[in-house]
Each structure stands twice: as C-alpha cells, then as structure tokens.
C-alpha cells in the first residue's frame, strides 16, 4: 500500500531525520519547471505542476527510499518574455539554485539525485549536472518526463503526433487528468483572436498548438501519458539507486 509523505518541504526536521538515521532515505526526485505563457488556456504554473505531478507519483512508488526536493518554480524562460506574466531565470542563475540543493542533499546524506524536468527551455542544465555530481561526489541525473515516450508511443496516443509541443494536445491533456482547474476555457476564442507575436519562429506554433488543444486534448490521453512518465521516471531513479544507471 501507498502510504506516507514523500514531499520534503511537506516535513518536520523530526520526520527527516528520523527517516535519514533509518536509512530509509536513498535517492531524490528535483522537480524543475517553469512560470511561462501556456497560451490563453492553461496557466503559467504548468510545468511546474506536471513535473511535479509525475515526480510524486513515481516518489510514493518507491517509497520511502525516495523524497521530492522543493519544485524549481523559474526556469529558463527568456524566449516567452514578450507574454506578461512570464518569469525567467537567467541560465547561470537557474544552475546555481539547482547546483545549491543539490549541494544541500549531498550535505544531509542523499546521494542520488534525478532532475525530472518539465519544462523544455531548461535543458542546457542537462549537461551541468555531471559537473555538479563530480564536484559534490553524488549520482545526479537529469531528465525531461517526456523521455519516457518512444515516437511509435506519441503516435498512439496523440492525434497530432506532437509531445511536447507547448501548450499544445499534451499539456493540456496532462492538465485535464491531474489538475483540470489549471485549464481556463472561459473565454477563450482561437478562432477569434489573433496575435502580434514577436517571436518568429512560433508565429504559426502558437494558434496550432491553441487548436491542437482545444480539439484532442482529453483526460483520458493525460492519464494514459502521465502512467507512462511516472512508471519510466520510477525505473531511472531505481536504476540510479541501485548503481545500475548507464547515462
Ligand atoms: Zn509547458
């Protein structure tokens, strides 16, 4: 049975502790997301949220040897800054918190760390974290949920055969399973609406993805593509935990 607190943050000193000096702590899952446009529909929390979403799940799978650090809300969000409301980090600021807490779980004993990242634009933080574990000494990882998806898989499930996309069938799919009330319909009027978006190259991204959305994203395909990150994000950590990792 699936009991017990997984979230670090959610914790007394007394719950770490006790949990540390039992040995039942081996590995922790860092959430890194974003606070970034997600079109007209979805909120600016959203990769935060599936990050998290897909990191608890897989942490309660394996509990209690796994514990969630607290969410990297700020990514690297630069290329969204036209839109009010986005927040970025700049790259060399967004590796040094990760590095930090990273640092701070070395420091209490945890030496597994995996990176489950749900937002695209942090990346670049894929090839720090092998620098980062020389220097602390630990295993670090990193990788986007959305690796757990082979193309024959994405072709199954999503009609518009794009993961991630942005704001796209899949987000909003995820959207629908885990958190609906993130999804803001009200409103909303792709067809009516058009915008003057600086950035070139999303030009034509931004009202396909908005009709992407709106016309295939379901709770169903949300829960189909959340099982599978959550079941391949519980493998990667296992596989750290027991030595056996190979990137
Ligand atoms: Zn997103």
Redesign the pocket.
Known sequence: MITGEVRLWKMTRKHVRERLAAGQIKGAILPTG?TEQ?NEHLEME??TASALHVSQQAALGLFPKVVLATPMAIGISEHWMEWPGTLSLRPETFFQVAYDTCESLARHGIEHVLVCNG?AGNGPLRNEVAGFGEKLGIDIQFHSYWEAYSKEFVQQHMESGDCPA??AEF?TSIALAAFPENAHWEGVDYDAETFDIQRENYREQDPRYAHDARDYATPHKGRIMIDAAVEWVAERMTEMMEGTATS
């Open positions: 974003s997600h959203h990769d937002h942005h704001a987000e």
